[in-house]
């Protein structure tokens, strides 16, 4: 299994980051691994719900088939899915208020049969990467957001 943790403060609140995460819609533009949706999305995640998205990590390309496992309002968010290759994967968002605003801790667990060593250690370095991207994209826009 390979698993990627980044973390990083936002300078907004706990309910405006859960709420743009929540927010299939917004997707586009602060989530680096997401590339397209296959279907309709919700328009709001709810704990059991299901849809399929198109995840692009370091060029690789996977149709995931996502469960809503967890929603804990303002704190947590965590999807369970799978791939069509057999790719398992855990992506939970922890947010914990802070002084500047909120600290958001992401992590994504990935296993399966093509998840060789060399393969997870690539995938984590780029991933990594992308994490973090994606979370100061998911502060500036909730930010930009808030009302």
Request: glycine share 8%.
């Amino acid at each position: 299994m390979g698993t990627i943790t980044v973390s990083k403060e936002l300078p907004a609140t706990p309910e405006a980051l859960f709420r743009t995460i929540i927010s299939p819609g917004t997707w586009d533009h602060w989530l680096a691994l997401h590339r397209d949706f296959v279907g309709s999305p919700p328009d709001s995640l709810a704990e059991g719900a299901v849809f399929v998205s198109e995840v692009l990590l370091h060029g690789m390309a996977e149709e995931v088939a996502w469960r809503v496992e967890t929603l804990a309002e303002p704190s947590r968010v965590v999807l369970r899915g799978t791939g069509q290759a057999g790719v398992r994967c855990t992506c939970a968002y922890t947010l914990e208020p802070s002084v500047a605003g909120t600290t958001v801790t992401v992590s994504l667990a990935l296993a399966g049969p093509l998840m060789t060593r060399t393969v997870r250690k690539t995938l984590v370095e780029h991933g990594s990467r992308l994490l973090d991207q994606a979370l100061g994209q998911l502060g500036e826009l909730a930010y930009a957001l808030r009302p």
